[in-house]
């Protein structure tokens, strides 16, 4: 299920952001116990989606690409996004 859930994710980021570079880390094992039926991520996301936007207008447009997914398969999500050229620096 965590594989085909990760493809998921990544194909609506994809789809929606369309990044240069993704990294998708699943974090669920760290929270093992707490009784959550989606899982737990890090995305690390670089795209020109994000010039100009601050970090909060950043992390929506990855919350508007993963939708639904929130209330499904996603627990906790963790975003790191930064464009091209801070990547670089």
Do not use: C, W
Not at 50 to 71: C, E, P, S, T
């Amino acid at each position: 299920m965590s594989n085909q859930r990760e493809q998921m994710i990544r194909q609506r980021i994809d789809a929606a952001l369309k990044p240069e570079s993704l990294e998708l880390i699943d974090d669920s094992h760290l929270h093992a116990g707490h009784g959550a039926t989606g899982g737990h991520y890090t995305v690390r996301i670089v795209s020109d989606s994000f010039a100009g936007k601050n970090m909060i207008q950043r992390h929506r447009l990855v919350y508007d690409a993963v939708g639904d997914l929130m209330n499904s398969e996603i627990h906790a999500l963790s975003i790191q996004a930064h464009t091209t050229d801070e990547n670089k620096a």
